[in-house]
Nanobody, 113 residues
């Protein structure tokens, strides 16, 4: 199982970023996928989760209405569109599959002026 995140970077408050996670080594379309994040000195927290078919999603309270999770089962990718970013969104963002307990290496998102 391999998960590779991309798309992080530095963005100003109010800006947008789109993260992507490329999955391999398992039947991607069969499993729920999640995005988590971890800020310095804080516990890792759930950002968003999407069902295997992509027809159901769940968001953490702090990102509801600003972030959107999606997936492309033909390309084995899961994405996170992040809008109206705030400094408190600064963290390392991780792709995760609970079925295998596997994490990607993470991608840094920094929101700062």
């Amino acid at each position: 199982v391999q998960l590779v995140e991309s798309g992080g970077g530095l963005v100003q408050p109010g800006g947008s970023l789109r993260l992507s996670c490329a999955a391999s080594g398992f039947t991607f379309s069969s499993f729920t996928m999640s995005w988590y994040r971890q800020a310095p000195g804080k516990a890792r927290e759930l950002v968003a989760r999407i069902s295997s078919a992509g027809d159901s999603s769940h968001y953490g309270d702090s990102v509801k209405g600003r972030f959107t999770i999606s997936r492309d089962n033909a390309k084995n990718t899961v994405s996170l569109q992040m809008n109206s970013l705030k400094p408190e969104d600064t963290a390392v963002y991780y792709c995760y599959t609970a079925r295998f307990g596997s994490w990607g290496q993470g991608t840094q998102v920094t929101v700062s002026s």
